[in-house]
């Protein structure tokens, strides 16, 4: 029997409450939702059936969007994976944020504040599952250390890479997996597999309080291995197709399969919800964590094999991909879930990206925000300003730099220096979304705006420590 829902004026009598008074006893008396936050390493923005994919089905996704709201322009945090999670983690912009570059060893300091401890710190269990890439065992960043009752996969992210690794971590302790040799592609442990349903028992585990279960999942990054039982990788093991692999084998084919492996995954966390009566009571996030990659391009397929950049029912392509900031770098799919609280088939076209999250959540659970965070809460359009009694609030701009380059977006203006030598290019997403038009000569005063911003927005970038090298990531061959 699933829990009643709350009426729509005790909701936003809870979140004045909430909001209002982020310390008093009352608000620590409501009964605060379960989060679920699901990123999945370099999915595309196209690279699901519910966008027209013309190959990939993912049908537990496809019906998260119609029970939920489907952002258009949520951007990532960053270009890259590890730039990306510390904007996702800390609430602040790449400009501010502490791991700005993709190196895999850049680590957190020891101060910063992420999402977990704000949720920690409102009575929260805390499990993180996959992915973490701020800080690898041996320095300041570890999660366990940033709120995490418990983390359990790869720390350093390029060791996150393999699917078949010796082994994984758990609070820094390395977890042996018995018969795998290191070989990234082959083995017999499928380590997304293992840290999947480490995910599935924290849930569980905590399904009596409130919880926060992060899952940053690998797939379909990486490089691509997978259990040759695995129902996805059936289905698509016998494809002809003619996509350039890397390794002249069927690396398009288990990238497909990985969609939809994660897919079914994904389902299987709505099935366990619904199971211990927290459907309703739990709100769901599900995105990838920068633009897509156009793997297996050639002549032939000049967007990719699968083309996550490209719509395929417009033609349309988001110029270039991961690695810029070009809109083929920033736009990822993003879409959340709350039975009875978001509206069920909703889009929202709202300008947001990362930094938000942080914000978000803690608005959600009545927390307050640090004042070096650079993100505005989107709850009054996920919940309706007439339930959170206030209008939607949107950024002055949004800011993003990576050491080389920079962007900076202003409704639809977006100005982009792509390498430190290049004059600021501007571009109208409102008429350019493809970004094919640089109208910088025609519009010299948005260029000298954008360029003040840029100014406002960066700061010296700070590294956390290492505390103890001999722990951290040595490479594959390390047992």
Not at 385 to 408: C, F, I, N, T
Request: glycine share 10%; hydrophobic share 40%; with cysteine.
């Amino acid at each position: 029997m699933r829990l009643p829902l709350p009426s729509v004026t005790m909701l936003g009598l809870w979140l004045l409450m909430a909001v209002g008074a982020p310390t008093s006893t009352k608000a620590e008396s409501i009964q605060k939702p379960n989060i679920i936050y699901i990123m999945m390493d370099e999915w595309g923005y196209f690279e699901s059936s519910g966008m027209g994919h013309p190959i990939l089905s993912t049908p537990n996704i496809d019906n998260m969007a119609r029970e939920g709201m489907r952002f258009t322009q949520f951007l990532a945090g960053g270009n890259v994976c590890a730039p990306t999670r510390s904007t996702l983690m800390t609430g602040q912009h790449t400009g501010h944020t502490t791991v700005r570059l993709n190196g895999g060893a850049a680590a957190l300091r020891a101060d910063d504040r992420t999402i977990a401890d704000v949720l920690h710190e409102r009575g929260y269990a805390t499990g993180g599952f996959g992915k973490w890439g701020l800080g690898d065992a041996g320095t300041s960043g570890v999660p366990e250390n940033h709120g995490f009752d418990t983390f359990f996969g790869y720390y350093h992210q390029v060791h996150a890479h393999v699917h078949y690794p010796r082994y994984l971590l758990r609070n820094s302790v390395k977890i042996p997996l018995a018969g795998n040799t290191g070989d990234p592609f082959v083995g017999e442990v499928f380590a997304h597999q293992r840290i999947h349903e480490a995910g599935l028992s924290f849930i569980r585990e905590n399904a009596a309080r409130p919880f926060f279960a992060y899952l940053p999942w690998t797939p379909p990054h990486g490089h691509w291995g997978m259990p040759k039982d695995d129902p996805a990788f059936i289905k698509y093991r016998d494809k002809k197709w003619d996509a350039k692999n890397q390794r002249g084998e069927m690396d398009a084919q288990i990238y497909a399969a990985m969609v939809e492996m994660v897919d079914r995954q994904t389902g299987e966390i709505f099935q366990l919800l619904r199971e211990l009566d927290l459907d309703q009571k739990t709100i769901v996030f599900v995105c990838g964590d920068n633009g897509g990659q156009a793997y297996f391009e050639d002549e032939g397929h000049p967007h990719g094999f699968f083309g996550p950049n490209l719509n395929p029912k417009t033609g349309e392509r988001f110029r270039a991909g991961k690695g810029t900031f070009y809109e083929g770098g920033l736009r990822i799919p993003f879409i959340v879930r709350w039975p009875g609280q978001i509206a069920a088939g909703s889009v929202s076209n709202h300008l947001g990206y990362f930094p938000d999250v942080m914000a978000t959540l803690a608005e959600l659970v009545g927390a307050t925000l640090d004042e070096n965070a650079d993100g505005i809460s989107i709850l009054p359009t996920l919940l309706g300003e007439a339930v959170v009694k206030r209008e939607q609030q949107q950024h002055p701009y949004l800011y993003w730099e990576d050491g080389k380059s920079m962007a900076v977006r202003v409704d639809n203006w977006k100005a982009i220096r792509p390498t430190p030598s290049a004059p600021l290019e501007l571009y109208d997403l409102s008429n350019d979304l493809e970004e094919k038009h640089n109208v910088a000569e025609i519009f010299p005063d948005m260029v000298e705006k954008m360029k003040s911003h840029a100014a406002e927005a960066h700061s010296a970038p700070r590294s956390g420590a290492v505390l103890d090298p001999s722990a951290r990531f040595q490479g594959h061959a390390v047992p």
